[in-house]
């Protein structure tokens, strides 16, 4: 009986990773297709698991899905609106294909700083390095979260205890107006 019910979690399982990577191939399609046209970019995307089927023994579906959940951030940086003139930036958790997004776009910019010939090649290079836990893509993510947790960190910043301004005011003033008397 708990045979069975692992063996149907399995295939929910890999039923969901396979879903969310065709909304990756999706999504990587349509970002490639924004400089030029869709048949093209799905012709690389197409050479993309082509490469990916000769150069690795796992499925080209959980290559690319490691791949961007390695890149993909986990945070980002939302301004709460208050009834006070500031607003305080506070890191909140983003949504899963928001992240996606960002990981993807990474992945393209990393792409075309890479020297090799064709797109296909850059993309598939790029991928693998954050298959690999390394590259620009990854590079980015770090940034991202050091940059969002430094604004946080500014946004708590302490400020000094209105007592000691108010009493540091108090002497100045009545000195001033000690000298102007005098």
Do not use: C
């Not at 869709?38 to 499925?59: D, R």
């Not at 301004?165 to 102007?180: E, F, M, N």
């Amino acid at each position: 009986m708990s045979l069975d019910i692992l063996q149907v979690e399995k295939k929910l399982l890999n039923h969901n990773l396979r879903l969310e990577t065709y909304f990756l191939f999706k999504a990587l399609t349509r970002a490639l297709s924004k400089k030029g046209k869709l048949s093209k970019a799905k012709k690389i995307v197409s050479k993309i698991s082509y490469f990916i089927k000769l150069n690795k023994q796992i499925s080209v579906f959980l290559f690319i899905h490691q791949a961007i959940s390695y890149i993909r951030p986990l945070i980002g940086l939302k301004t709460q609106a208050s009834l006070k003139y500031n607003q305080k930036p506070q890191v909140v958790p983003i949504t899963l294909h928001k992240s996606y997004q960002y990981a993807i776009r990474w992945l393209i910019e990393g792409a075309l700083q890479r020297s090799e010939r064709t797109m296909s090649l850059r993309l598939f290079n790029e991928l693998n390095d954050a298959y690999n836990k390394k590259g620009f893509a990854l590079k980015k993510k770090y940034e991202w979260h050091s940059r969002l947790l430094s604004a946080q960190l500014k946004s708590y910043s302490f400020k000094k205890s209105s007592h000691a301004t108010d009493s540091g005011a108090r002497t100045t003033r009545s000195s001033q107006s000690l000298g102007k008397k005098n």
